[in-house]
């Protein structure tokens, strides 16, 4: 059963992958595979453990300061059927989903290990393969079973029989949790460090703790940090986000609400699942699951109410002072969805990717913590959510395993024992269009921010695009002109969907890989190829002259590589709506030559600038960070869309004001639009 079981979460919860490539260490640190030392840090997981077995100690209720319970799962390692004696490093998982939920798979995943039927199946699953079919982004899933991605989510118990104990706790107002769900608010990271301190002063703790998740609890686990808890010791972090508004919730001023509903309704929902474990193990507490019931009939339906008013008011006033929250950055709500990076004073390991749901803060929340590089790890992938684009770890001139990376992490910082993981490379990525490699920094020192301008030549590279026009570093627009762009929905078969997606959408090559499709509805500018492989490192800007024909308009802007064949895959993607386009000055990043490479927006209600109808106005559309290489004889493209369900979609009132018309760029050789993109070598005009 646990073997079915780890078949169907790694084909749901795997990303995509690109060919391996081997990197030379620098710094004194190792390559991307670890070197030497990485065979010791496997043979740590794979080898005999200390401890055989687990003992459990469920539903256990820890009270916070304010009388709220939060219930928790304790898993111990065994002997002789019972609590081992001693007090050992605890490993803690602050759990949004329920924790019923991670206990059934926890245990599965031990059934099968102990079956000896995980590994073969992982083997299996990992070697499926068929390319051609048109599904490819299927296989580029299954190809992560084996990567150590699942036991490296799921809190494995494997970690118990290591020497762990294991903390899952429900956070406040989900699972089987008292209060209101705060949704990343201040009093989660006051919950989080009072579960540290209760940790700290049980018999069975040594007093050093680390945090750990996935997603959801990947952000509790960085947010953990907030009041820097004596006990927590270290950070193991897939997939998270230190800036969800900037990630998903609100970027350029539109709301991500492919994931973003149904995320919510699916918390909202487990949420209301009654404590089953506390009844089967008879702990069953009348008067806590009496306040649990009050709380969550209180709120049922926490945010569903802020995303419905910001989809239903058709002007500003009509906004509730709740969702209200959202569009000011000073609210206590906005700024909860933000980890203070400062605080992040314990070494920190996170796992992202390129086209993760939260791709586009990892390398700036890196880059943010106030570490030096042997206390601090970034691996990014070519991949999704699901999964990251992890097929590979663990093969031979690869990054390890993730549970092996994890599990030396946690060895090291938590039990003092001397393996080497902070001499692994500070920064792995893998690079789209080339393999994985380590950066000695980001963007790389090599790669110089250049102009490259739109203009109305044609490239004759992109037919079916509404508009098909030139990009170079030559401005060659000769008069002005105007070109159009209407709001459609081809983006639904775009890999701006496949992200929101997680991945979803990507298991069909022709909406996960190529954009012709959605081009149909997109202003495409097209470069000359290039004639030496031309890496690009760092975040991109694209500004445009625009033109409304309303008081409000959304711009979408990619950035594509082009291959001979015509394949126009996205590398990066970048959203802005135009009456919140005012820049906040301090908290955004310029070139040598002064342009911007990150611009960062206030998104702020109180500075909306709704724009004049047929009056140009200047729009600098930030794009995600990236890392790619373009191969001799491929182009780069910028892409311009006028819509882009259901990755972004403003508030109704912004809609209205736009009309949902037609919008324009205006290419004149007074005023040029151009892409700001970081390149370690020119392309030729």
């Given at each position: 059963?646990?073997?079915?079981?780890?078949?169907?979460?790694?084909?749901?919860?795997?990303?995509?992958?690109?060919?391996?490539?081997?990197?030379?260490?620098?710094?004194?640190?190792?390559?991307?595979?670890?070197?030497?030392?990485?065979?010791?840090?496997?043979?740590?997981?794979?080898?005999?453990?200390?401890?055989?077995?687990?003992?459990?100690?469920?539903?256990?209720?820890?009270?916070?300061?304010?009388?709220?319970?939060?219930?928790?799962?304790?898993?111990?390692?065994?002997?002789?059927?019972?609590?081992?004696?001693?007090?050992?490093?605890?490993?803690?998982?602050?759990?949004?989903?329920?924790?019923?939920?991670?206990?059934?798979?926890?245990?599965?995943?031990?059934?099968?290990?102990?079956?000896?039927?995980?590994?073969?199946?992982?083997?299996?699953?990992?070697?499926?393969?068929?390319?051609?079919?048109?599904?490819?982004?299927?296989?580029?899933?299954?190809?992560?079973?084996?990567?150590?991605?699942?036991?490296?989510?799921?809190?494995?118990?494997?970690?118990?029989?290591?020497?762990?104990?294991?903390?899952?706790?429900?956070?406040?107002?989900?699972?089987?949790?008292?209060?209101?769900?705060?949704?990343?608010?201040?009093?989660?990271?006051?919950?989080?460090?009072?579960?540290?301190?209760?940790?700290?002063?049980?018999?069975?703790?040594?007093?050093?703790?680390?945090?750990?998740?996935?997603?959801?609890?990947?952000?509790?686990?960085?947010?953990?940090?907030?009041?820097?808890?004596?006990?927590?010791?270290?950070?193991?972090?897939?997939?998270?986000?230190?800036?969800?508004?900037?990630?998903?919730?609100?970027?350029?001023?539109?709301?991500?609400?492919?994931?973003?509903?149904?995320?919510?309704?699916?918390?909202?929902?487990?949420?209301?699942?009654?404590?089953?474990?506390?009844?089967?193990?008879?702990?069953?507490?009348?008067?806590?699951?009496?306040?649990?019931?009050?709380?969550?009939?209180?709120?049922?339906?926490?945010?569903?109410?802020?995303?419905?008013?910001?989809?239903?008011?058709?002007?500003?006033?009509?906004?509730?002072?709740?969702?209200?929250?959202?569009?000011?950055?000073?609210?206590?709500?906005?700024?909860?969805?933000?980890?203070?990076?400062?605080?992040?004073?314990?070494?920190?390991?996170?796992?992202?990717?390129?086209?993760?749901?939260?791709?586009?803060?990892?390398?700036?929340?890196?880059?943010?913590?106030?570490?030096?590089?042997?206390?601090?790890?970034?691996?990014?992938?070519?991949?999704?959510?699901?999964?990251?684009?992890?097929?590979?770890?663990?093969?031979?001139?690869?990054?390890?395993?993730?549970?092996?990376?994890?599990?030396?992490?946690?060895?090291?910082?938590?039990?003092?024992?001397d393996n080497g993981i902070e001499k692994y490379a500070p920064l792995?990525?893998?690079?789209?269009?080339?393999?994985?490699?380590?950066?000695?920094?980001?963007?790389?020192?090599?790669?110089?921010?250049?102009?490259?301008?739109?203009?109305?030549?044609?490239?004759?590279?992109?037919?079916?695009?509404?508009?098909?026009?030139?990009?170079?570093?030559?401005?060659?627009?000769?008069?002005?002109?105007?070109?159009?762009?209407?709001?459609?929905?081809?983006?639904?078969?775009?890999?701006?969907?496949?992200?929101?997606?997680?991945?979803?959408?990507?298991?069909?090559?022709?909406?996960?890989?190529?954009?012709?499709?959605?081009?149909?509805?997109?202003?495409?500018?097209?470069?000359?190829?290039?004639?030496?492989?031309?890496?690009?490192?760092?975040?991109?800007?694209?500004h445009l002259n625009a033109v409304e024909d309303a008081s409000d308009?959304?711009?979408?802007?990619?950035?594509?590589?082009?291959?001979?064949?015509?394949?126009?895959?996205?590398?990066?993607?970048?959203?802005?709506?135009?009456?919140?386009?005012?820049?906040?000055?301090?908290?955004?990043?310029?070139?040598?030559?002064?342009?911007?490479?990150?611009?960062?927006?206030?998104?702020?209600?109180?500075?909306?600038?709704?724009?004049?109808?047929?009056?140009?106005?200047?729009?600098?559309?930030?794009?995600?960070?990236?890392?790619?290489?373009?191969?001799?004889?491929?182009?780069?493209?910028?892409?311009?869309?006028?819509?882009?369900?259901?990755?972004?979609?403003?508030?109704?009132?912004?809609?209205?004001?736009?009309?949902?018309?037609?919008?324009?760029?205006?290419?004149?050789?007074?005023?040029?639009?151009?892409?700001?993109?970081?390149?370690?070598?020119?392309?030729?005009?």
């Open positions: 059963m646990r073997a079915l079981t780890a078949a169907v979460v790694f084909a749901t919860c795997a990303g995509f992958a690109a060919p391996s490539a081997s990197a030379v260490p620098h710094g004194g640190y190792t390559g991307i595979d670890g070197g030497e030392l990485a065979a010791n840090w496997t043979a740590a997981v794979d080898g005999p453990q200390p401890y055989h077995g687990i003992a459990p100690d469920l539903a256990v209720p820890i009270t916070m300061d304010d009388g709220t319970v939060l219930k928790a799962d304790i898993i111990h390692p065994a002997q002789n059927g019972r609590i081992a004696p001693g007090r050992r490093p605890v490993i803690l998982q602050m759990q949004g989903y329920g924790k019923l939920p991670i206990l059934v798979g926890q245990a599965v995943l031990s059934a099968a290990d102990g079956l000896g039927i995980k590994k073969p199946l992982e083997d299996w699953v990992g070697s499926l393969n068929l390319p051609g079919v048109g599904v490819d982004g299927l296989f580029d899933l299954t190809r992560q079973a084996d990567a150590g991605a699942l036991e490296a989510a799921a809190q494995d118990w494997a970690l118990a029989e290591a020497g762990y104990t294991l903390v899952q706790v429900d956070i406040r107002g989900t699972g089987t949790s008292q209060g209101d769900w705060q949704v990343f608010g201040d009093r989660e990271k006051q919950d989080a460090a009072e579960i540290i301190d209760w940790i700290t002063q049980q018999s069975w703790s040594d007093g050093n703790v680390g945090t750990m998740g996935i997603s959801f609890t990947a952000i509790s686990a960085l947010e953990a940090t907030d009041r820097r808890p004596p006990g927590l010791k270290a950070v193991f972090a897939y997939e998270g986000s230190a800036d969800i508004f900037d990630d998903i919730a609100g970027p350029g001023g539109a709301v991500g609400v492919g994931f973003l509903v149904p995320w919510l309704l699916g918390v909202n929902a487990l949420k209301m699942i009654p404590d089953i474990t506390s009844l089967l193990v008879g702990k069953f507490d009348p008067a806590e699951q009496l306040q649990w019931l009050k709380d969550r009939m209180a709120d049922p339906l926490t945010l569903v109410g802020m995303v419905t008013n910001g989809y239903t008011a058709l002007t500003p006033d009509q906004l509730t002072p709740y969702t209200r929250q959202l569009v000011d950055p000073n609210s206590g709500f906005r700024k909860g969805l933000k980890t203070d990076v400062a605080n992040i004073q314990v070494p920190t390991f996170m796992i992202g990717a390129w086209f993760d749901i939260f791709g586009s803060t990892p390398t700036d929340t890196f880059g943010a913590i106030p570490l030096p590089e042997e206390q601090k790890k970034l691996i990014m992938g070519n991949g999704y959510h699901l999964g990251s684009g992890l097929a590979g770890f663990g093969h031979p001139g690869m990054p390890p395993r993730l549970d092996v990376l994890q599990r030396a992490w946690f060895d090291h910082w938590l039990r003092g024992i792995t990525v893998e690079q789209q269009g080339g393999g994985w490699t380590d950066a000695p920094e980001f963007p790389r020192a090599e790669a110089v921010y250049r102009r490259l301008y739109l203009d109305d030549s044609s490239s004759g590279t992109s037919p079916g695009s509404a508009f098909d026009g030139g990009l170079a570093q030559t401005p060659r627009q000769a008069g002005v002109r105007d070109v159009t762009a209407a709001p459609g929905l081809l983006s639904l078969c775009g890999r701006d969907t496949a992200r929101i997606s997680a991945g979803a959408t990507a298991i069909l090559d022709v909406c996960g890989k190529d954009s012709r499709v959605w081009e149909h509805d997109g202003l495409s500018f097209t470069s000359s190829p290039v004639n030496q492989p031309t890496t690009i490192s760092g975040p991109v800007d694209v308009g959304y711009w979408v802007a990619t950035l594509n590589d082009v291959s001979p064949d015509g394949n126009s895959s996205e590398i990066a993607t970048g959203q802005l709506v135009a009456s919140l386009r005012a820049i906040d000055e301090d908290n955004s990043k310029k070139s040598a030559n002064g342009d911007y490479t990150e611009p960062h927006y206030f998104l702020d209600l109180a500075k909306r600038q709704q724009t004049v109808p047929g009056v140009p106005v200047t729009l600098d559309i930030a794009l995600t960070p990236i890392e790619a290489v373009l191969q001799p004889g491929h182009r780069l493209r910028v892409d311009l869309y006028a819509s882009n369900f259901p990755k972004g979609l403003p508030p109704l009132f912004i809609l209205a004001d736009s009309g949902l018309k037609p919008e324009h760029v205006r290419l004149d050789p007074g005023a040029p639009s151009w892409v700001n993109v970081s390149l370690d070598a020119p392309i030729p005009d």
